[in-house]
């Protein structure tokens, strides 16, 4: 298909329902930021209609998509190619003309990591001349009952992957017969089945990613954990006030540091922005758009 990119750069946001959705408002706000000459619009597509209206996106020739909830798992097969973080999360939610052909992605995983980095412990420096007892492998990242999340963390940035683990806490991997006929795991090192087995790796806990408000039982675990000096902690998905609180007075963790959603969504705003555009927001001022949104 020979797609004719229009003048001027549009994106358009797909979803149903997209009522109350700050996308296009966000977008608009970070391109007069940087001085681009973008558009964006946001349309409610019926949901027997989607392919049609994603179809007539490509044919148009517009720079690129926003994808929202019922049409990010459906946009998978209708792109020409995807990356493997969308491929890994198994929906995409944001899409742009490469050329003659569509690319699409998730950045979730990448603003997850973005969201986190600024306060990650450094690693600490491991003398090779003189091994010492008390060194440490670096603070680690465990994200918490999401293993693709984990992976897609890990894809987004190669250099922190090494410090990104999931627990899949109450889970049994399967197995699968190993070359010499015995049986192995079907897990990668960085995924745990339980917190006796991250404890084995001697590594602390720097930030914790939450798929959803942890159980007692889980809260107990974590709580025993080694934890790096300047803890954190995002909780994925809807949560109230009143919960975060009464999760961070379970855990007993001294000083941990909640990461809220608005923050989350600063980031995954900035991803899309450069996914499309290919430069890089402010966070700050995108954080104050979304915030300005949600008060109306």
């Known amino acids: 298909m020979n797609l004719t990119r229009v003048l001027q750069p549009y994106v358009c946001c797909l979803g149903n329902p997209v009522a109350g959705n700050p996308t296009q408002f966000v977008m608009y706000r970070a391109a007069r ?26 044919a148009l020739g517009l720079s690129g998509m926003a994808l929202f909830d019922p049409f990010q798992r459906k946009s998978l097969e209708l792109l020409d190619s995807v990356t493997e973080s969308a491929m890994c999360l198994g929906r995409v939610n944001v899409a ?42 670096p603070p680690c990242i465990l994200v918490v009952g999401a293993n693709e999340v984990a992976k897609s963390m890990r894809l987004a940035n190669e250099e922190l992957s090494e410090r990104i683990f999931s627990l899949q806490s109450g889970t049994e991997f399967e197995s699968k017969r190993a070359d010499d006929g015995s049986l192995s795991p079907s897990k990668a090192p960085w995924e745990l089945a339980s917190v006796d087995e991250f404890v084995q790796t001697n590594r602390q806990v720097d930030s914790v990613v939450l798929s959803e408000i942890p159980s007692a039982a889980l809260i107990r675990q974590l709580s025993t954990l080694p ?9 994925l998905g809807t949560s109230s006030e009143k919960q975060i609180r ?27 922005f450069q996914f499309w555009t290919g430069l890089s927001p402010m966070i ?3 954080r104050d758009s979304l915030e300005e949104y949600m008060q109306w």
């Open 246 to 272: 009464l999760w961070k007075e379970a855990i007993k963790v001294p000083n941990l540091k909640h990461i809220d959603s608005v923050d989350l969504m600063a980031h995954q705003a900035a991803a899309d």
């Open 227 to 235: 934890w790096s000096s300047t803890p954190s902690c995002l909780i």
């Open 33 to 58: 930021a940087a001085g681009v000459d973008w558009r964006f619009f946001t349309s409610q597509v019926e949901i027997d209609q989607f392919e049609i209206a994603f179809r007539g996106v490509q």
């Open 96 to 137: 742009r003309l490469d050329g003659n052909s569509w690319l699409g992605d998730n950045t979730f995983g990448l603003a997850i990591v973005n969201c986190i980095l600024p306060i990650l412990e450094p690693p600490r420096t491991v003398s090779t001349e003189r091994p010492d007892a008390s060194d440490h492998p």
């Open 284 to 286: 700050e001022p995108i």
